[in-house]
């Protein structure tokens, strides 16, 4: 068995059939992506739109793309045919892009809500007060080609694993509250997309349903 194929099988034996893997593929190339389609895994994750596309073409088609970095609205149009979920919505300007574009390719695009909880300020991400106005706002309740499935985030970047812990712990607490209080009719809010390598054990513990991992399988980048 090749190396990645290893770590990819050590990975999934981590992570319970009730929580998603997305294996994160950036900066990887089609050869090490197809190691891992053939043990049978088809969702990926990439960060950059300019890198997805090449990819979306030379891969096989049921692979389901996963966008997991930054988004700027000018690029939703690349990606609106085929995206398979969009992690990283953080405005309602982008919201209201993603769901345009949609529309125009005639579809219904997955996407989460990322919150910020790390103590970076350099991550992106809503906090309470603008998740809150956001699904508040008129024009949001109007999309109709989006569909909301639940919240991501990032932890702080540390060896403190306490901390992880409880910052995963606070935004799993945000999940159910915003869940409860906006979406109690919508069975389609269930995701909550919450750790990486260094922290996806510890985000399972605390409640997340998706994990996005790169490194453990692939190697550093
Ligand atoms: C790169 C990246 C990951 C994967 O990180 P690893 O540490 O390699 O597992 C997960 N989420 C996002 C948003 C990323 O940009």
């Not at 990926?44 to 088609?61: A, C, I, R, T, Y």
Request: charged share 30%.
């Amino acid at each position: 068995m090749s190396n990645i194929v290893t770590k990819f099988k050590s990975v999934i034996y981590n992570v319970p059939e009730n929580v998603k893997l997305i294996v994160i593929s950036k900066t990887k190339s089609a050869d090490d992506i197809m190691q891992v389609y053939r043990c049978g895994h088809r969702i990926f994750g990439e960060s950059k739109v300019q890198e997805l596309m090449p990819k979306n073409e030379e891969l096989p088609k049921d692979i389901q793309w996963h966008l997991v970095g930054h988004l700027q609205r000018n690029k939703v149009k690349y990606i609106a045919p085929f995206i398979s979920m969009i992690h990283s919505v953080d405005s309602l300007r982008l919201l209201k892009e993603i769901n345009k574009e949609a529309k125009k390719n005639d579809r219904i695009i997955n996407c989460l809500l990322q919150m910020h909880i790390a103590e970076e300020e350099t991550k992106f991400g809503l906090d309470q007060d603008e998740l809150n106005e956001l699904i508040k706002s008129e024009s949001f309740k109007s999309l109709k080609n989006i569909n909301i499935c639940g919240l991501m985030g990032m932890a702080t970047f540390t060896e403190d694993t306490k901390q992880v812990k409880h910052e995963f712990s606070n935004l799993y607490k945000i999940f159910i509250s915003t869940k409860e209080r906006y979406f109690s009719q919508s069975p389609n809010f269930k995701e909550l997309s919450m750790g990486m390598t260094s922290d996806y054990e510890t985000a399972i513990e605390e409640g997340s349903t998706m994990v996005r991992v790169g490194t453990a399988i692939f190697g550093e980048r």
